[in-house]
């Protein structure tokens, strides 16, 4: 988000928005493996924690499938933009802020996923 907001307050293009676009798509790969790893998660959840609420996991599922689309769409707009550069074309304008609006509603996401996991995790603090 850093990176986003140097980006977006840089009036022309520098390396911020090149890091800003690569950096959403390393987040779309990194939620994909996140996302990709919850069934085998919550198989041992169910195998190796006796007091657990299912409830809890499957909102926490719900979230965490969001967070996963909405990752995605950042990395697509990502893409678009480094396609652009290698066209030798600059992204269109809005791009940027779309993009960092898309980055501030993931954060809230998947830190409310995260607390959700940590509910399963820690049931105690229920």
């Known amino acids: 988000m850093v990176l986003?907001?140097?980006?977006?307050?840089?009036?022309?293009?520098?390396h911020y928005h090149k890091l800003y676009y690569w950096g959403?798509?390393?987040?779309a790969v990194s939620a994909s493996i996140a996302y990709f790893t919850g069934p085998a998660t919550?198989?041992?959840?169910?195998?190796?924690?006796?007091?657990?609420?299912k409830d809890l996991v499957e909102n926490h599922a719900l979230w965490g499938r969001i967070?996963?689309?909405?990752?995605?769409?950042?990395?697509?707009?990502?893409?678009?933009?480094i396609s652009n550069y290698a066209q030798g074309e600059?992204?269109?304008?809005?791009?940027?802020?779309?993009?960092?609006?898309?980055?501030?509603?993931?954060?809230?996401?998947f830190a409310y996923t995260t607390h959700l996991g940590g509910?399963?995790?820690?049931?105690?603090?229920l």
């Open 4 to 14: 986003g907001w140097k980006a977006i307050r840089s009036k022309k293009t520098t």
């Open 24 to 27: 959403s798509i390393i987040l």
């Open 42 to 53: 919550a198989e041992w959840i169910k195998n190796n924690i006796t007091t657990y609420s």
């Open 67 to 81: 967070g996963f689309i909405v990752s995605i769409l950042s990395g697509l707009l990502g893409v678009m933009a």
């Open 90 to 109: 600059r992204p269109h304008k809005a791009i940027p802020w779309i993009l960092f609006i898309i980055l501030l509603l993931n954060v809230c996401i």
């Open 119 to 125: 509910l399963i995790r820690r049931p105690d603090l």
